[in-house]
Structures are given as structure tokens and as C-alpha cells.
């Protein structure tokens, strides 16, 4: 490493091997260290750009197409190699993706969902804090808060009939905090 350089930063990020042994229990075991060299943590918050959207939602099920806001955060960012995670502040609604059209946003997710959790079962959540969206809460776990999409050539690498779509599961309407942060 050159002497002449100020702020020296070593990141060491530990590789791992993943053994999937007794079934449900991960083992991980560290098998070498990789070591980045960075000049400065300027360096280092260049290397991710993040953007804050609002979305209105209906609840109840509500399916958000975002694709548009996620290409063009990407598209200006200027970032041709990387990945962009898409990130749903809040434990009642999940990202993901789907072909965004009338049949599964405004029926078949809601109605696979409905046999997942449905709405009219006992949820020891409303005990706790009597309120109305156990089922909300257990379906945002089932799906997932975030997505991560490559970002090749400075495009978002999505199918033609895929979508990234917002699902709100609570019992009302809302406005979303969602997080879309590049690294590169
Ligand atoms: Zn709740």
C-alpha cells in the first residue's frame, strides 16, 4: 500500500460456507478473509446512493406498481453495474415483484393471501394491542420487506411482465415510506 495516502481504510469481509445441517440450522463457517483497500470514507459514500419515495396506498391488500420510480432513481443515478434494494419502512407491507395486471393485483394476491392468513382468524397480535391487523402483520412477514434488483448496463434487469410492486396488508389507508438504495 503507498505511504503517500491519507485516510486509510482496511475493510476485511469475512467469506463464509453455509452447511445446511440439522435441517433449520444454519452453520456458518469462515473460510478466508478478502481485503478491500479504500482511500478515504469519502470513498466510501460514493459508493451508495439511497432515495426516500411516499406511496398512497388503500390498504387491505392494495398492490402499488413502483417500477417507475425505481428505473428512473437508477437512470439518473448514472450507475451502469450495481444492485438496487427496495426497502418498505413498516412491518404491515412487503415488496416485491409480479406481471402487473388486473387478475393478480386485484384478486389473486389477495386472494392467496386471504388463505395464508385470513383476515377472520385469532391473531394473539390484537390481544397485545387491540387493534384489527394481526393478519397484516403475519402477511408482511410471509412476503418480505425488500427486494434486490441487478442494476446491468445502467438498467434495472427486470422481465418484460415483471414488475416491482408495493402490497400494503394493513386495514387502512397509508402513505409509504419507501427506501431505493443503489450499491455499486
Ligand atoms: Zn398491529
Redesign the pocket.
Known amino acids: 500500500m503507498a505511504s503517500n495516502v491519507k485516510n486509510y481504510t482496511e475493510i476485511r469481509i469475512k467469506k463464509a460456507n453455509l452447511t445446511l445441517w440439522p435441517p433449520s440450522t444454519i452453520v456458518i463457517r469462515p473460510s478466508g478473509l478478502k481485503t478491500v483497500n479504500v482511500q478515504s470514507k469519502q470513498d466510501l459514500s460514493q459508493m451508495v446512493k439511497t432515495k426516500e419515495i411516499k406511496v398512497k396506498t388503500k390498504g387491505n391488500c392494495d398492490v402499488v406498481n413502483i417500477t417507475e420510480q425505481v428505473r428512473d432513481f437508477v437512470g439518473r443515478s448514472g450507475v451502469r453495474e450495481g444492485a438496487v434494494t427496495v426497502f418498505n419502512v413498516g412491518s404491515t407491507g412487503a415488496i416485491t415483484t409480479t406481471e402487473y395486471e388486473p387478475g393478480l393485483v386485484n384478486y389473486d394476491i389477495a386472494a392467496a393471501f386471504e388463505r395464508i392468513a385470513p383476515r377472520g382468524a385469532k391473531y394473539e397480535?390484537e390481544e397485545t394491542?387491540h387493534?384489527d391487523?394481526?393478519h397484516?402483520?403475519v402477511r408482511a412477514s410471509v412476503l418480505g420487506p425488500s427486494l434486490s434488483v441487478p442494476v446491468v448496463d445502467g438498467k434495472l434487469m427486470l422481465g418484460t411482465w415483471q414488475q416491482i410492486i408495493l402490497v400494503d396488508f394493513d386495514t387502512r389507508v397509508r402513505t409509504r415510506t419507501v427506501v431505493i438504495q443503489i450499491v455499486y
Open positions: 397480535h394491542w387493534d391487523n394481526g397484516s402483520h
